[in-house]
């Protein structure tokens, strides 16, 4: 089985404060993913990773980065954490399978709450 | 922009009935489809993937896809007070970044 493992569930937090999130696939895929969802606002893709210290900008990159140093690791950054970054936080992965496939896989979520 | 469509919901069947799920997305050109089942305060997690047009089933599970209407939908056979979750539709083309819908809401009341 997949597993992709995000260390730190819940967290809360202060404004200001330097946020790192976690995140370890154990299957060697190529892709990585951070997302955040809130409701009635869907998975919004915050940054992606296609190879090692490779990053994209998704939808809402701003405020946020990321780091890739090896290719099971991807780290989610909040450089100042305001209140409007409160949520739940979904890391992902996935393989690169040619023709199609290229199914994501999810970890558990990381709550966060900037107070 | 690539958009992929569900109505949001709710969704409420009784036990025992058929639950269909329905997704439509902008893309053309897009390859692979997949439906995830989320509960509430849970991640989401994968319940089938079609790549094909026709039908694909897996237990109580089909998944329907009409690549010509650019339409994926998902079958809930028998349906269990435990299959009350937000349902995802997750499309993917060219590029490996998924298009996720923001989901429909379903309620399988006893």
């Known amino acids: 089985d997949v597993k992709v493992t995000q260390s730190s569930r819940y967290l809360v937090k202060r404004t200001g404060e330097k946020v790192f999130l976690e995140c370890v696939q154990d299957?060697?895929?190529?892709?990585m993913f951070w997302y955040r969802q809130d409701p009635g606002l869907g998975l919004r893709l915050i940054y992606f990773?296609?190879?090692?210290?490779?990053?994209e900008k998704g939808d809402i990159p701003e405020g946020y980065s990321v780091s890739r140093e090896k290719k099971e690791r991807f780290s989610l950054i909040l450089e100042s954490a305001s209140t409007n970054q409160t949520s739940m936080y979904l890391c992902?992965?996935?393989?690169?399978?040619?023709?199609?496939?290229?199914?994501?896989?999810f970890g558990e979520g990381s709550w966060l709450t900037v107070v | 922009q690539k958009e992929v469509e569900q109505n949001s919901g709710p969704l409420s069947v009784p036990e025992g009935a058929i639950a269909s799920l329905n997704c439509t997305y902008s893309?053309?050109?897009?390859?692979?489809f997949f439906w995830y089942r989320q509960y509430s305060g849970k991640s989401p997690e994968l319940i089938m993937s079609?790549?094909?047009?026709g039908d694909k089933e897996d237990g109580r599970f089909t998944a329907q896809l009409n690549k010509a209407s650019q339409y994926v939908s998902l079958l809930i056979r028998d349906s269990q007070p435990s299959d009350s979750a937000t349902y995802l539709c997750?499309?993917?083309?060219?590029?490996?970044?998924?298009?996720f819908g923001r989901g429909t809401s379903l309620i399988v009341h006893p």
């Open positions: 997750a499309v993917t083309g060219g590029s490996y970044i998924p298009t």
């Open positions: 992902a992965s996935s393989p690169v399978e040619y023709g199609g496939g290229n199914t994501i896989y």
């Open positions: 079609i790549y094909s047009n």
């Open positions: 893309d053309r050109v897009s390859q692979s």
């Open positions: 299957m060697d895929h190529e892709n």
């Open positions: 990773s296609y190879d090692v210290k490779m990053k």
